[in-house]
């Protein structure tokens, strides 16, 4: 404990910390583990074990918070249990630390294991809380938020090859943020969000208690199903509904390369047609920046809950620029056909939580109400091109996400949202130096995009988290609040993400931590606190 001691004060001298003094930081940190261990959770670890460095990596998708400048936790904890994570929890905040919920590491903006202002803060890791049971009789499922994207879908796919379950296309994405978030998938068009499928929930409070559907109250259990995560307390688990699919489903990726009036033409149609399709289709588009001697490249991906021939009956029909032969088509089981949309070589792969390459990255979203012109397109196309590495993806909404009410749940983009964009650049280790002129460019595509996007607010999707548009500054392991702070979220990512569901979201907020114990830098504030400090 001696040498942990002198390390956090070597450490908290380097950060120069606000507020708590540093041997009180240090004996704090050290209390935590001895808090811990006195209460029999044994799996975690220190910045002076050999295992720390590798634990926090373990799960940082965007490399961009690996980089030195990033201060690490005090501690990293692995519950192994429902009970190891509510001891946890009580422990961190016996000792004054800020927590951080980290189910599959995919923030964005590394919000599951980084701090504002150098708040001192735990990691609670909840990697080994990744069990999955799926009851294929009443079609439900019970997942730990541990769990991945791909382990949900290779548990359901060996269940039974008839039941699905609509969420997100990346497979080491852990459920604990992605449900939070939303959730928007393949399937989304035809049974909504991945939040819009949970039946029940066991939610941590910020006082230890586990409480399910009936006990957290309404407006709790609205927020949680896509009002962000690390807001509302540690989902550890979720109760799923699957959905029933085709024994087959056909999967194809169409790629295009030619020169920007072509681009521009099939984007142009394309935005007639995603949205308006079937419920069964599901059609995006994926586009990387930069050109080759003129010429941009384009694909477009799809599935649908149909056989080969009726797709290529709709689509021939409803979309003959794509030009869409037998060839491109395959059928195959759904839960192949997430394997096959995640990358992955096989089914296997979906549990391998270390499957996805990572990079650098910064991205970026936006929604499409009305479409954009020819002529507009082809701007946008040529811009595109003058890009450093990165990509647009196009996800078309319609369908079931039309159908839900915009405060059915805090995800408020249903009806008369076309589509969506996502932006990005990424980059690699060679072009760490170069990492502020991409993030530029991107900031200036943004800009650049505004006529042809969502007004008043414009809208973001909260699951593509992007701290451009604002943060709270928290300087406390207890976030505290204030008017002011309430204000500041609304306007800037609040209503973006939330439109006017973000008033709801606060009095939930209020209701179930109304002292800020589980904040992040773009968390729901709650009212009521004076003070903000
Ligand atoms: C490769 C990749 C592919 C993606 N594909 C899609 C997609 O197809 N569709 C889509 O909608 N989104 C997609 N996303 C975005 C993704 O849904 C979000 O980044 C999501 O928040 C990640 O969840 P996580 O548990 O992996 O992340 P984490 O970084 O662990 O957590 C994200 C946030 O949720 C909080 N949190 C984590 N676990 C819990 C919990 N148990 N209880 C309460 N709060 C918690 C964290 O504290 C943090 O604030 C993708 C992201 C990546 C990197
Ligand atoms: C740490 O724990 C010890 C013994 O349990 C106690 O005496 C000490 O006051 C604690 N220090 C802090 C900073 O909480
Ligand atoms: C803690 O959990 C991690 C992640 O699953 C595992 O690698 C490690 O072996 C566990 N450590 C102990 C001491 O159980
Ligand atoms: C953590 O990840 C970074 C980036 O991939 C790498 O450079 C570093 O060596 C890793 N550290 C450990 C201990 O795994
Ligand atoms: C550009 O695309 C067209 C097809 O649209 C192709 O004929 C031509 O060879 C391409 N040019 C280059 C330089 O790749
Ligand atoms: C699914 O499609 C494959 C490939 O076309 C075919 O071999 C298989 O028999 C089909 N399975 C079912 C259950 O329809
Ligand atoms: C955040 O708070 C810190 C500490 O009070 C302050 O130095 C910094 O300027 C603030 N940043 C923003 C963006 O408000």
Redesign the pocket.
């Known amino acids: 404990m001696r040498s942990i001691a002198t390390l956090l004060q070597l450490v908290c001298l380097l950060l120069s910390l606000?507020r708590s003094p540093c041997s009180g930081a240090a004996a704090t940190a050290s209390n935590f583990s001895s808090c811990l261990v006195s209460n029999g959770v044994s799996n975690f670890s220190l910045p002076t074990s050999p295992s720390y460095a590798g634990l926090l990596n373990s799960s940082i998708f965007n490399l961009r918070f690996t980089l030195p400048n990033v201060a690490g936790p005090a501690a990293i904890v692995l519950p192994e249990s429902r009970d190891d994570l509510r001891r946890a929890i009580l422990c961190a905040r016996a000792r004054s630390l800020a927590i951080r919920v980290r189910s599959g590491g995919h923030s964005y903006e590394g919000l599951s294991y980084t701090t504002?202002?150098h708040v001192p803060f735990v990691v609670v890791d909840l990697t080994n809380l990744n069990r999955v049971r799926v009851d294929p009789g009443s079609a439900t499922a019970w997942a730990e938020s541990g769990a991945t994207v791909g382990e949900l879908y290779y548990a359901v796919g060996r269940s039974s090859r008839s039941l699905a379950f609509p969420a997100g296309s990346g497979s080491t994405t852990g459920l604990g943020g992605h449900v939070s978030g939303g959730g928007f998938g393949l399937l989304s068009r035809k049974f909504g969000l991945a939040a819009d499928n949970v039946l029940d929930a066991a939610l941590i409070t910020p006082d230890g208690t586990v409480l399910d559907r009936s006990s957290m109250g309404d407006d709790v259990f609205w927020a949680i199903r896509g009002g962000g995560g690390g807001s509302w307390g540690v989902v550890y688990a979720w109760k799923l509904r699957l959905v029933p699919v085709p024994r087959n489903v056909t999967a194809f990726a169409v790629g295009r390369t030619g020169p920007v009036e072509l681009f521009a033409g099939l984007l142009h149609r394309w935005q007639h047609v995603g949205p308006n399709l079937p419920d069964e289709f599901y059609l995006s588009v994926y586009a990387p920046t930069g050109s080759t001697d003129g010429n941009v490249s384009i694909s477009f991906t799809g599935q649908v809950l149909a056989s080969k021939d009726h797709a290529l009956s709709v689509l021939s029909q409803s979309f003959p620029e794509l030009g869409l032969t037998e060839r491109h088509l395959s059928e195959m089981s759904w839960v192949e056909s997430t394997a096959k949309f995640a990358g992955l070589g096989t089914v296997e792969d979906l549990v391998n939580r270390r499957r996805q390459p990572k990079q650098y990255s910064k991205s970026k979203s936006d929604y499409v109400q009305a479409p954009i012109s020819r002529h507009d397109m082809a701007e946008i196309v040529r811009h595109l091109s003058t890009g450093p590495t990165g990509s647009i993806q196009l996800d078309p909404y319609g369908g079931a996400m039309a159908r839900v009410g915009s405060s059915e749940t805090p995800f408020p983009h249903r009806a008369g949202y076309l589509y969506s964009i996502q932006y990005g650049v990424n980059w690699d280790r060679s072009q760490v130096a170069h990492a502020e002129e991409f993030i530029g460019w991107l900031g200036s595509f943004y800009r650049f995009m505004a006529p042809y996007v969502s007004k008043d607010p414009r809208a973001a999707y909260v699951n593509y988290l992007d701290l451009d548009l604002g943060?709270n500054?928290w300087?406390r392991a207890a976030g505290g609040s204030s008017a002011q702070a309430v204000a500041r979220a609304r306007s800037s990512w609040g209503e973006a993400y939330f439109g006017e569901n973000f008033g709801r979201l606060v009095r939930a907020k209020t209701v179930a931590d109304p002292g800020n114990v589980f904040n992040n830098a773009q968390s729901i504030p709650p009212l009521n606190i004076r003070a903000e400090e």
């Open positions: 606000h504002e202002n943060v500054n300087t």
